[in-house]
């Protein structure tokens, strides 16, 4: 049924639960994995503005993180039997959202996995739901892990 999945990675312990749901799914299906994740700059931008050093700080331990996440996925990966066909990018300089649905897009993905934080009332509301705004933009199915 499902031939691309697209998974949304953060490295989060939401994440990595969303990661063994769409390896094990992929690997049921037949199907190819492509592991995104999404360095966001705006969260930092406003901080920036006083020191352009602390944004390319920012970046480079998001890459990090990025590195440590993707790792994490590939191992998982890897380890399944058979092994579960992967790719792997790093998305920046645009919004978690825009990002991972515009990488569905661009990798012919059939269904996008993300995991969620859980997050509720004021915290979501300040922090805003990733999971919330992938099921209004995403042109494919969504399957949120919790």
Known sequence: MFKNILLATDGS??????????AGLARSQGAHLTAVYVVDPYPYLGLADTNPMGLYAYLSAARDHAAGAHAKVMALCAESRPPVPLELRLVENTTAAKGIVQTAKDEACDLIVAGSHGRSGFDNMVLGSVAAKLLQLSPVPVLVAR
Request: aromatic share 0%; glycine share 0%.
């Open 13 to 22: 312990s939401a994440s990595e639960h969303a990661a063994k749901l769409a």
